[in-house]
Each structure stands twice: as structure tokens, then as C-alpha cells.
């Protein structure tokens, strides 16, 4: 599987983790690259923050399904990162990303409960014992 | 609940190719450790991505680069042992491809010998 677009381990090289391709010499070069990874046997691509028009002429120009991040609905599939669409992190906050639930504070909730209830005795209980 | 086309008993990157042809869109979501995958695996996700975002997610790094090849290959070992549908991803992570492209064929066998993982990811 190839990964086109933002590349973060080249994070150091752009400097930002902005989106890519959005000028055409770049977006021209995204779509030949993607072309000649599909030519060298790729299975599949990901394509992460590139603009959604460019991401969905990726796609249809090839066989190889294109599984978008922050790459918009034209493509193939979509990825996230589990922790993030669980709200488990919670200073990460890409116009991408969808938040299916906000795990960040309902475990905290949970903890601070359960550590109140350690303290107060009121766990264990009569029944929670052998 | 399930929208899916055509329901696969294990997905294979050539049942990504056929939902691709069919217009089924292809779910994919990322885990790194085994309790994660098998509810992912469970709830149909077609592929589990081992993301180098381990590196931010589990290990607490700033960036993706310091995870190394065997932190890679113990992360999509717990996945695989979880996933009885998914195909598993297995990112390589930074370092262990961009020198020449047998370094780059060494990791993903590495990984894919070591994990039991189905396939690799390589950015670029």
C-alpha cells in the first residue's frame, strides 16, 4: 500500500502538517506519482489532507482503490485514526476528523469516580467481595 | 446495520480492488494493540491500519519517526492474533525503507514473517 499527500515522517522536510498539493505543479506531480505506484504493483494508496477535488481525480484515474484522510468523499474508502474518532485524544482536532464519541472525558469521568469510591470505601461493596 | 455490497468472510486486497469496481466504499481504522483490533475486527472494519501513529498514540512521541521496525512488528503480532475478517496494514516505519529497495524488501518481509501481518504501507 502507498501513502501520497501529507507524508508524515517527512514531517521535518514540509514543516507543517498543512494540507498538500493545493497548487497545480504539486497536484500534477501527486497524480503521476499515484499512477506509477499503481503501475509498480500497489494494492491500494492512501492520499492524506489533499484537496478533495484532486483526491477524487485520483481515484478515478485509477484501478487501485484510494483510501482518503482528510482527502475528501470522491475516493474509495476512508481511514482515521481509531484514538481520535474515539475522542480518546483530545488536543488533535483536524477539520477531518469526526468524533464518534468523547472517550477523553468519559474515562475521565469514570476514573475520578472510581478513585473517589476507592477512597470514600465505598468500593468494594458487600457484593463485590468473595 | 451493515451496508455492505457483498459480505466477505476474510477481506484480501482483491476484495478491496472488487469494492472498489462494485462502488462499496472500504472502511479502514487504525489499532495497535489486541483488545482494539478484535472490536474492530468485530464490528466489520474491512482493513486495521498498525499506523506508525502508534508512535504518537501508544508511545507518547511528538511525531511518527522514532518507532522502530520490532515496537512495528510487537504492535501488528497483538493485532493479527485479534483479527479473524479484517486485512491487516502494517505501516513500515521511518528509516526502514527509504535507503534502497532491498532494505525496503527486508523490512516488509521482517514484518511480515515476524507479525503474520497481510500487508505493508510505505509513504512516497
Redesign the interface.
Known amino acids: 500500500m502507498g501513502h501520497l499527500g501529507l507524508t508524515p515522517q517527512s514531517i521535518y522536510k514540509f514543516g507543517t502538517y498543512t494540507v498538500r498539493a493545493k497548487e497545480e505543479e504539486e497536484a500534477d506531480k501527486l497524480l503521476s506519482d499515484a499512477k506509477l505506484l499503481e503501475k509498480l504493483g500497489c494494492f491500494a494508496l492512501v492520499l492524506e489532507k489533499v484537496p478533495a477535488k484532486l483526491a477524487k481525480k485520483v481515484a478515478e484515474n485509477l484501478t487501485i482503490p484510494v483510501i482518503g484522510i482528510g482527502a475528501g468523499g470522491g475516493v474509495d474508502g476512508q481511514v482515521l485514526v481509531t484514538h481520535d474518532m474515539l475522542g480518546m485524544t483530545h488536543e488533535f482536532n483536524p477539520r477531518f476528523l469526526r468524533r464518534y464519541l468523547d472517550l477523553y472525558a468519559e474515562m475521565t469521568d469514570a476514573f475520578q469516580r472510581y478513585s473517589a469510591d476507592v477512597k470514600s470505601k465505598d468500593f468494594p461493596n458487600e457484593n463485590e467481595q468473595y | 446495520m451493515s451496508v455492505a455490497k457483498k459480505e466477505y468472510k476474510r477481506v484480501t486486497?482483491k476484495s478491496?480492488?472488487e469494492?472498489?469496481s462494485n462502488g462499496e466504499?472500504?472502511?479502514?481504522?487504525?489499532?495497535c494493540d489486541y483488545t482494539?483490533a478484535k472490536i474492530?475486527d468485530g464490528a466489520g472494519v474491512?482493513?486495521i491500519?498498525v499506523?506508525?501513529?502508534a508512535s504518537n498514540?501508544m508511545a507518547g512521541h511528538e511525531?511518527?519517526?522514532p518507532i522502530t521496525l520490532n515496537e512495528m512488528i510487537y504492535h501488528a503480532s497483538s493485532v493479527v492474533r485479534a483479527c479473524e475478517r479484517s486485512l491487516v496494514?502494517v505501516d513500515l516505519?521511518?528509516g526502514t525503507y527509504q535507503g534502497n529497495s532491498k532494505n525496503a524488501l527486508e523490512s516488509a518481509i521482517k514484518i511480515m514473517k515476524e507479525s503474520g501481518g497481510h500487508?505493508?504501507?510505505?509513504?512516497?
Open positions: 486486497t478491496l480492488v469494492m472498489k466504499k472500504i472502511s479502514m481504522l487504525t489499532a482494539m474492530v474491512d482493513v491500519l499506523g506508525d501513529s498514540v511525531t511518527t519517526l496494514v516505519p521511518f500487508s505493508v504501507k510505505l509513504e512516497g
